[in-house]
């Protein structure tokens, strides 16, 4: 069974940078499309990035675009989010999931994290 570990946030300054990671600490992310998400209290979780299994197709959500860079290793059980040009609109906690592809069939993301939290303030 699929257990994904966020990790990577913490606090950082406008304009600078953080990059999370998500890990399966049980199987494997080869088979898997791998999402960020991020939440605010009070308001719905938001899709981030998605990437698929073998890391050739990417979604990003407008407002991260040309900021944020998703990525995988798949010999390291490993997806990246690399967080750049940070705002602090951009405070959340996110978490990673998995589903078989990112935009296509039906089926929910699941196996999801417990959360990385990101404080973007001065």
């Known amino acids: 069974q699929l257990q994904l570990v966020e990790s990577g946030g913490g606090l950082v300054q406008p304009g600078g940078s953080l990059r999370l990671s998500c890990v399966a600490s049980t199987g494997t992310l080869d088979d898997y499309s791998i999402g960020w998400f991020r939440q605010v209290p009070g308001r719905e979780r938001e899709r981030v990035s998605c990437?698929?299994?073998?890391?050739?197709?990417?979604t990003y959500v407008p407002s991260v675009k040309g900021r944020f860079i998703i990525s995988r290793d798949n010999n390291k059980n490993t997806v990246y989010l690399e967080m750049n040009i940070l705002r602090p609109e951009d405070s959340a906690v996110y978490y990673c999931a998995a589903r078989e592809f990112c935009d296509l069939g039906t089926g929910a993301f699941h196996s999801w994290g417990q959360g990385t939290q990101v404080i973007v303030s001065s």
């Open positions: 990437i698929n299994n073998s890391g050739g197709y990417e």
